[in-house]
């Protein structure tokens, strides 16, 4: 077996303007040229999507082996008139600086964007795009050259729904990789709810409107998908689904599904093996909050945060509702441990959306970070306790199991923050972060806080499936193993970096690292140098 | 379709949804704080709500219109409006006690620091409990009421801090002490937080909260047996504590009992969709706008509590009602009710007269002073009050069907059939009406008058039992022996344990039907699932002596006579036996 090894590069990748700080993050938006403003359409009437923002991706669009960044935009709803119309944006990563290339690689789409999900559906070697609108769907097929075609109609993908998270996924276990959509609610702004609190219009809940049913659509092997929603068990006309994260989460060699919904309980889609799903959320404990009420679900990672080799889910919620730490009891049950993880009480006060683990700190444990913001700007005027822009959160993980918040100013400013993905844009070994904010501007946050040892996984499957969605990563240090899953698409409305991260902390080399790859084949790799990224092809 | 059975979450917009939960919490705060207080001898409690609020309320306005320094009187009327969650008014009080000056500025300043906590300004209840420890710091009551301002900032570590000052001057109070096991468990403190909670069960052991907490503390811990202890524990005495379900679903699942965690998630289910209307109540009255407003939710919630059979809830609710709005007769006859259920008959009646001194004409106030009647066993007095009720208003059903049950008591069939045809005028889709119109009817020797009825009753709830059963009856009687044969074996299809239509089957195959051996296996059917019925026992030697068997004829009539010594006819009967034995 033979692993072909890359290194990336280990160098600093400097900044003009941006001093980086020891042990914190630095919002470097500007400083890399990243200029990207969302729109929501807001025109006072409070259409019911506004508050809903949108998403980010970090991708390597151009195979240069650094991250993108491409950006989702709102546009404007009746009410509301922009000189220009608003549009998604592509960011190239020029050795630290992003230069905006929508127009080259034709994705900037003027619809009223949300979500997006990256991978290599067509396994010809480069990723592509996928975008969820109000209206119908995007596909951006990756030419290869620098551009992209809307392939949405031709692949039969471009759902017209209220389509919010997405992902890839190998559902059937074909090789081919799927497609899964979270519908939202039944919207149209010709009958918009107008919701108020005393004399204050306020955005509307979604008891207000009728639930939507999520798509899965199946891959054919020759660039077109086929709706298999009711067929594989996934049409739930109810539901009301904003966040979707894809795994492995019983160990048995399958993807599951689990979505984060909005006032209706949350989903957990348990895979028989072939791509028939059946819903187990309530009898698995996720469903519902510790209270049994369907809490206000955004966002959802999944990860292995206790060390234990079963992915555990995050979820975050509406204010005043804790973000929910699912731990994995083995498969079939997952138990809420929000409180006794440090995560509980301080999310109580946010509205948290965007989510996702990575070890930040590289000190070998997973972290999470969240972002917050309320739904009204002017939530004081009917909330004494609310804040629209609030502080995003981010929890290290401690020795002792629990997370603690990191207070760090340019993590805590308050924004009315939406879509997070997380990546080591600067190639530094730590995880940088992008946070989207509504109708505000895109947040770059760099991690500033590389103190210990680091390895990137970049695995390469076999076609189709190249990007190997659904491997799983057994990486041993120090004695200390850590196991890693790839995704086509988590949290909320956005896109993770796919590679795989692993934090080393003292550790100067990594002593076995175990693939199991998407059809089920191992590989092991021995003794393994660090802090660089390896690319790891299938055998 | 997994969730076609649950139905989870609230109907309420999203700033509604939003507020919810924390605004609960929030009226909690200030009935829960007011209790301790009360236990303080520092407050009135809430469960001073009953019938004399508005007068108790009326009575320290007259007494501040005569005197206006009389801060007794304010502190006092200040604690009645938290009582019934009018913050304005109480605040209005409290700052006048403080205008007045410092002499009573602890009670102001914690009375004000409530009003604050309802109107969900904690920061500001913070301030004034604050200033209150100042003039005194050692109530207790104001330390644990701050607390609770910080665990709904979640601010859980000074809640924690705050709550054991509190303690640590009662240290025997349970409530703030599985307040304390709350904030420890938001912080993730389990141990302390268990310990806490298990010495707030240890002083109050009717604590449901705390039970409940309880549960999901040792769930957490995967210790099965003792979480369904204490969840089980916490439904006994809170039923709408619909969440110790789900946990005893869960429970049931992890220990491998699917089909009893289907079964307790199905009761979930059903319990969320009562508790739902609650909530959505609740979260209407505490979004109207002005006082009238709110006490007509909160009348309408107080009637669904009854409908719950939550009476002591419908008490306090009803009781808010009609302090809020002393005008809303309807609120004091439902406190009327709810008073009559819980048993406290005098002040159930005072507060229905209270509605006919509002509205003379209001037939359920009638209705209500019957029920009282009723369960004092003063039927005369019952019938009066029902009978006036239901001419005021002749759609009250339930005034025509206690009439007609009054009478159908005193064996007065024609009368009770006129009320019960009365009531299905009321209400022509009530089957029960109509099986007791039947009844009474077939009572009063009018057979075909009550087919007609049963068959109303049935094609309106095919499923009643009973009415197929009497029908079969009438029929045999008539000599309708294949009609009386179907509407037997619809009642029995409908129950198979039906002693009395086995027990008819075996009359009619022995009388009509010229089937013995029929008879004789129904008889036997019946006297096999009532072993007590000394007629079934009868029956069954009769058909025994028609076949000839009379060593078993004469032991069933003996097994009749057994249970009923003095029964002439059966001694006959058994003379009869043994004089054939002898012959």
């Known amino acids: 077996m033979r692993a072909f090894l890359a290194v990336a590069c280990l160098g600093w990748l400097a900044v003009n303007g941006a001093a980086a700080q020891v042990g914190s993050f630095t919002d470097i938006t500007k400083a890399v040229g990243v200029d990207f403003r969302h729109v929501n359409g807001h025109s006072g009437r409070k259409y019911f999507i506004e508050p809903l923002g949108s998403g980010v991706a970090l991708l390597d669009y151009d195979g240069d082996g650094d991250l993108d960044l491409y950006a989702v935009n709102g546009a404007a709803l009746p009410g509301a008139e922009y000189a220009t119309p608003a549009r998604n944006a592509l960011y190239r990563n020029d050795g630290g600086r992003f230069v905006d290339v929508t127009d080259a690689a034709g994705v900037g789409d003027t619809a009223y964007g949300l979500g997006c999900a990256v991978a290599d559906y067509d396994g010809d070697g480069h990723v592509d795009l996928y975008v ?120 048995d060699g399958d993807t599951d599904i689990f979505v984060a919904c909005d006032t209706t309980p949350d989903l957990l889609y348990r895979n028989d093996g072939a791509g028939k799903y059946e819903e187990r959320g309530l009898f698995a404990a996720v469903a519902i909050s510790r209270e049994a009420m369907a809490y206000g679900g955004m966002g959802v990672a999944s990860a292995d945060f206790d060390g234990d080799g079963w992915l555990d889910i995050a979820v975050t919620n509406f204010q005043d509702q804790t973000n929910f730490m699912h731990r994995n009891m083995g498969g079939v049950y997952f138990q809420d441990v929000s409180f006794e993880a440090g995560i509980g009480a301080a999310s109580l006060p946010m509205l948290g959306w965007g989510v996702d683990f990575a070890d930040f700190d590289n000190d070998g444990r997973l972290d999470l970070f969240v972002a917050n913001g309320h739904l009204d700007d002017n939530v004081q005027a009917y909330d004494p306790l609310g804040e629209y822009a609030q502080p995003d959160s981010l929890f290290i993980a401690q020795p002792d199991g629990s997370f603690r918040a990191f207070d760090d100013p340019a993590i805590t400013t308050p924004r009315p923050s939406r879509g997070a993905a997380a990546g080591d844009i600067d190639e530094d070994g730590d995880i940088d972060l992008v946070v989207t904010t509504l109708g505000g501007p895109l947040v770059v946050l760099r991690n500033d806080m590389r103190v210990r040892h680091w390895l990137t996984l970049s695995l390469v499957g076999k076609a189709p499936n190249v990007g190997a969605l659904g491997a799983r990563v057994r990486l041993t240090a120090n004695g200390v193993t850590q196991t890693r899953e790839t995704h086509g698409g988590s949290g909320y409305l956005s896109h993770s970096d796919a590679r795989l991260h692993f934090g080393l902390g003292a550790a100067s080399s990594v002593g076995q690292v175990e693939i199991t790859w998407p059809d089920g084949t191992k590989q092991t790799l021995g003794p393994t140098p660090v802090d660089r990224t390896l690319v790891v092809a299938q055998p | 379709m997994p969730f076609a059975y649950i139905r989870v979450g609230r109907t309420r917009n999203r700033e509604k949804h939003m507020r919810h939960g924390r605004t609960a919490n929030t009226l909690g705060h200030v009935a829960l704080w007011l209790a301790v207080a009360a236990a303080a001898g520092a407050a009135s409690a809430p469960d001073a709500l009953g019938v004399d609020l508005p007068r108790r309320i009326e009575a320290h306005m007259a007494t501040l219109r005569d005197d206006p320094t009389r801060l007794d009187a304010r502190l006092a009327l200040g604690r009645l409006y938290l009582t019934i969650e009018a913050f304005d008014p109480a605040a209005e009080q409290y700052e006048a006690v403080l205008a007045a000056g410092p002499g009573e500025a602890a009670a102001a300043h914690h009375g004000l620091g409530l009003t604050h906590a309802g109107g969900e300004r904690f920061d500001d209840a913070i301030r004034q409990y604050d200033l209150s420890i100042s003039y005194d710091a050692d109530r207790a009551f104001v330390h644990a009421a701050r607390g609770s301002a910080y665990a709904h900032l979640h601010r859980y570590d000074e809640a924690i801090e705050a709550y054991r000052s509190a303690l640590s001057l009662e240290p025997g109070d349970a409530m703030v002490r599985h307040q304390l096991g709350l904030a420890l468990a938001r912080n993730g403190r389990i141990d302390d937080a268990l310990a806490e909670q298990e010495a707030a069960i240890a002083s109050m052991p009717d604590l449901a909260s705390a039970r409940l907490e309880l549960g999901s503390l040792h769930s957490g811990a995967s210790r099965w047996e003792e979480a369904r202890r204490e969840y089980r524990a916490a439904l006994a005495l809170d039923a709408d504590l619909t969440q110790a379900l789900y946990g005893l679903a869960q429970i049931a699942m992890r220990t491998g009992d699917a089909d009893g965690a289907r079964v307790l998630m199905e009761q979930f289910a059903v ?21 009238t407003e709110r006490a007509g939710i909160l009348a309408s919630l107080g009637r669904l509590r009854l409908q719950q059979g939550a009476y002591d809830k419908a008490r306090q609710t009803y009781a808010k009602a009609c302090a809020l709005d002393p005008t809303l007769a309807g609120a004091h006859g439902g406190l009327g009710v709810a008073l009559t259920m819980l048993e406290a008959y005098d002040d159930a009646e005072t507060a229905q007269r209270a509605a006919l001194r509002i509205d003379p004409g209001m037939a359920r106030a009638h209705a209500g002073l019957g029920l009282i009647a009723l369960r004092r066993e003063r039927p005369d007095e019952a019938l009066t009050h029902y009978r006036r009720a239901a001419d005021l208003d002749p759609t009250l059903l339930d005034a025509h069907m206690k009439v007609g049950d009054l009478l159908r008591g005193e064996r007065a069939y024609g009368q009770a059939a006129e009320a019960y045809a009365a009531a299905t005028g009321a209400d022509a889709a009530d089957a029960e009406a109509w099986h007791y119109l039947g009844l009474c009817r077939a009572l009063n020797d009018q057979p075909d008058e009550a087919l007609q009825a049963y068959g109303r009753a049935i094609a309106i709830d095919p499923a009643r039992v009973e009415t197929h059963f009497l029908t079969a009856e009438l029929r045999r009687r008539k000599g309708d022996g294949e009609l009386s044969l179907a509407a037997y074996e619809r009642a029995l299809e409908l129950d198979v344990d039906h002693a009395r239509a086995y027990h008819g089957l075996a009359v009619l195959y022995a009388t009509q039907l010229e089937d013995v051996d029929g008879a004789l296996a129904h008889a036997e059917k019946a006297a096999a699932l009532d072993p007590a019925s000394a007629r079934y026992r009868n029956t069954l030697a009769l058909i025994y002596y028609r076949l000839g068997r009379l060593r078993e004829a004469e032991d069933a009539i003996r097994a009749a006579l057994a249970l009923e010594p003095d029964n002439a006819t059966y001694r006959e009967g058994l003379e009869r036996i043994l004089g054939s034995d002898d012959g």
């Open chain 1, 132 to 251: 969820t609108n109000y209206g119908p769907n995007v596909l951006y097929r990756n030419l290869g050259d620098g551009t992209f075609e809307d392939v949405a109609r031709a692949a039969g993908v471009a759902d017209d729904a209220l389509s919010a998270s997405c992902a890839f996924l190998d559902a059937d276990g074909d090789g081919l990789l799927d497609l899964y959509v979270v519908n939202y609610v039944q919207f149209d702004p010709a009958t918009n709810p107008v919701c108020t609190h005393g004399d204050v219009i306020a955005y509307c809940t979604p008891k207000a409107l009728a639930g939507a049913s999520d798509r899965l659509y199946r891959s054919r092997g020759d660039g077109t998908f086929e709706d298999v929603t009711e067929a594989s068990g996934v049409y739930l006309p109810d539901s009301k689904g904003l966040g979707v994260t894809t795994g492995d989460l019983d160990n």
């Open chain 2, 271 to 291: 319990a969320q969709e009562r508790s739902e209307e609650v909530g959505r109540l609740i979260g209407a009255a505490q979004r109207a706008s002005d006082r």
